[in-house]
């Protein structure tokens, strides 16, 4: 037997455009044309190159032991012309995973790739030095060894005590200038030194210094640590009262430490991050509502001159926010019936208003999280295995 014919027993003959492909996906049979397949060659079914292990010579079909219900989507992508929908019935996970097989590129799925990379740290490039790359993983991935996850550990242990020591400070005395007892003030150094080696170390085994200084992680960790040495040099310096409280107060920033080695932390930074539209959004809807709302009430206070409920509309701006967001505090109200009137559609007004862009970032949280769930998952599934 010739090569030929070899050839033409494992694999189908060249089809023509308007023929029909039968595909058969764990028993439930689909047809379409070749000219439908063939509108993306990049595909594993656009492509027949990439799909002839999948032939079956005897059924004449190609055969996928998949998913049957998410095929309808995958198929409604050739059919319409690159238009991907993930079916309701089935999970998101399992629906990129076919998405994945068949090799099918569209923003959906490029989207959810940038969030595992961001996630799970993939993208990053690895240290070539040996010694370095496993100081880094040892510093920056506490999945990577067991010692890395005490090193993580005792990080944790760390930030937490470096949080509560200006809340055991703050209930002493009000003292701005003093750092408190010696002992708070030895175990606040020893964080801080902690935080510094551990900064230290990081990057100077970090695989690309610019990139270093590019993550967000990387940012909260500096953020951090510079407080205290601005505390040190502004006391050195008798700096004036109010710079000194500026600087303390941004030593609660330490907190977003926690984010390195918490999940949940990391979901809701990208989050942020990825939901700057939104966010911008929020602001302007409700900037503009604070200022119709603040000029309403008063022009509306303003027609009875026995009140002085407003003095002048950026003093009204303070009783505007703290309506639109139903928050209330009560050290500002109107009193005129007209004025009431303005505050009750104010505060149906700002629910409406809020309510929208929320449920955006919230849409993009739950987004963020599944797939923090999902690598969570196929890490515990490695680790069985």
């Known amino acids: 037997m010739t090569s030929k014919n070899c050839l033409s027993i494992i694999r189908p003959q060249r089809r023509p455009f308007n023929e029909r492909i039968r595909i058969n996906v764990s028993g439930t049979m689909f047809e379409t044309l070749e000219e439908t397949l063939s509108r993306f060659p990049d595909t594993l079914l ?32 050739y059919q319409s012309y690159g238009r991907l929908v993930r079916p309701d019935v089935v999970p998101e996970n399992v629906f990129f995973e076919e998405v994945r097989f068949f090799q099918i590129h569209s923003n959906l799925i490029s ?71 010696g002992i708070l003030l030895s175990l606040e150094m020893g964080c801080y030194i902690w935080f510094t080696v551990e900064l230290v170390v990081r990057f100077c085994s970090s695989p690309s210094k610019l990139r270093f200084f590019r993550s967000t992680l990387n940012v909260v960790d500096i953020i951090s640590v510079l407080p205290y040495y601005i505390l040190l040099t502004m006391q050195g310096a008798r700096a004036p009262l109010s710079a000194l409280r500026a600087a303390r107060t941004l030593r609660v920033l330490r907190i977003f430490k926690l984010s390195r080695y918490s999940s949940g932390m990391r979901a809701l930074l990208f989050t942020f991050s990825t939901s700057m539209k939104e966010l911008g959004m929020f602001m302007i809807f409700i900037s503009v509502s604070m200022v119709l709302s603040a000029s309403a ?89």
């Open 46 to 77: 656009g492509c027949p190159t990439k799909r002839i292990k999948y032939f079956d010579k005897k059924q004449d079909e190609y055969f996928f032991n998949r998913n049957r219900l998410a095929f309808d989507a995958i198929l409604f992508y």
């Open 111 to 181: 989207t959810r790739e940038k969030i595992e990379r961001a996630l799970s740290g993939n993208d990053e490039e690895l240290p070539n030095n040996f010694i370095q790359r496993n100081i880094w993983l040892l510093f920056s991935h506490p999945e990577s060894s067991y010692a890395a996850k005490v090193l993580a550990v005792l990080s944790v242990i760390i930030i937490l005590l470096s949080v509560a020591i200006p809340c055991l400070e703050s209930s002493e005395q009000d003292n701005i200038v003093s750092d408190g007892s």
């Open 297 to 385: 009430a008063f022009y509306a206070e303003s027609f009875y001159q026995e009140t002085n409920a407003f003095t002048s509309i950026p003093d009204a701006l303070w009783w505007a926010v703290n309506t639109i967001t139903t928050v209330g505090y009560g050290d500002q109200y109107p009193l005129t019936v007209l004025g009431k009137v303005v505050g009750c559609f104010s505060t149906v007004f700002g629910v409406l208003v809020i309510t929208l862009p929320v449920f955006l970032f919230v849409t993009n949280f739950k987004k963020v999280m599944n797939v923090s769930m999902t690598i969570v998952s196929a890490e515990k599934e490695r680790k069985k295995s």
